[in-house]
């Protein structure tokens, strides 16, 4: 187990980490711009804060880093550009509630997708923590009116399923840097998202906005989460990751007043329900071999 002061630097980080995550949200709502200018600049500001982090990892190693993803970090790419690009427009179409409870699935998908792929077998408690949350998802999903709450909820898979994807492809490739990966797939939806995005420089408060989205989201909260879950356990660090579900939709009704609604706050809570109880399972069978 981690010593005392190194697992309360790690909490500390992954917290913060979290803190910046849950912003997302509220950012979005600063900016009243179309989902491609937000992409657009979300992406410049984001690619570069990952390349800083690439190179504070790796130091004068950071161009081998970029160069040596190999086939699976080319096919990983599209994937990270598809995961951030549906994140922005379910953000762009429904609540950020909505949006943060199907994304807490995420688990959930990837031991589905470790089961097809690599034949990772999904043991009792996370069928059934993985029902539970599915089930808190159709009580959201099953009370939405609007089409644009359908496609939101519809985008925000999409952006899980990629998510899940990627996080078993990392377990399938240990070698696989995912910083240069995510950076390099922010770099491919500059070209993209400007083709497609309205080509008008925003003003200099949105653009202090999106600075704030890109790098805060993006290249700073992956670096105080990567440091700081070395030095906690793996379910320690979901528990903690949680808040951004918590906060992001609490952000956002403070700022805007925007009402998650009925059946998000029941769903939402079922999902968190079977995901706290699912995490904390995990955490006292890591526990249980340094009591012994």
């Known amino acids: 187990m981690p010593k005392t002061g190194s697992r309360a630097y790690g909490i500390a980080l992954v917290a913060i980490a979290s803190l910046l995550w849950s912003t997302a949200g509220v950012l979005f709502r600063l900016v009243d711009l179309d989902v491609w200018t937000i992409q657009l600049w979300r992406s410049v500001f984001g690619g570069l804060s990952l390349v800083a982090v690439a190179a504070i990892e790796h130091g004068r190693h950071t161009p081998r880093a970029f160069l040596t993803i190999g086939r699976p970090g080319l096919v990983a790419v599209p994937i990270t550009a598809l995961s951030m690009i549906a994140y922005s427009g379910a953000l762009q179409l429904t609540t950020v509630a909505n949006v943060l409870i199907v994304y807490a699935t995420v688990p959930f998908v990837a031991a589905g997708v470790a089961y097809l792929w690599i034949g990772e077998r999904i043991d009792r408690r996370t069928a059934i923590a993985a029902g539970i949350a599915l089930l808190g998802v159709a009580v959201m999903a099953g009370a939405a009116t609007r089409p644009e709450d359908v496609a939101g909820a519809a985008l925000s898979f999409v952006m899980t399923l990629s998510f899940g994807v990627l996080i078993v492809m990392a377990r399938r490739w240990p070698t696989l840097e995912m910083g240069p990966i995510n950076a390099i797939g922010a770099a491919l939806l500059v070209p993209i998202c400007w083709y497609l995005s309205e080509r008008s420089l925003p003003s200099l ?33 979901g528990l903690i990751a949680l808040l951004d579900v918590v906060l992001g939709p609490l952000w956002v009704w403070l700022a805007f007043a925007e009402n998650p609604g009925l059946s998000a706050i029941v769903g939402g809570g079922i999902v968190l329900g079977a995901l706290v109880w699912y995490l904390g399972g995990a955490r006292r069978r890591q526990a249980a071999p340094a009591s012994t």
């Open 205 to 237: 408060r949105d653009l202090a906005v999106l600075a704030a989205l890109g790098v805060g989201t993006l290249g700073l909260a992956y670096l105080l989460f990567l440091t700081g879950s070395r030095h906690i356990a793996a379910s320690e660090a």
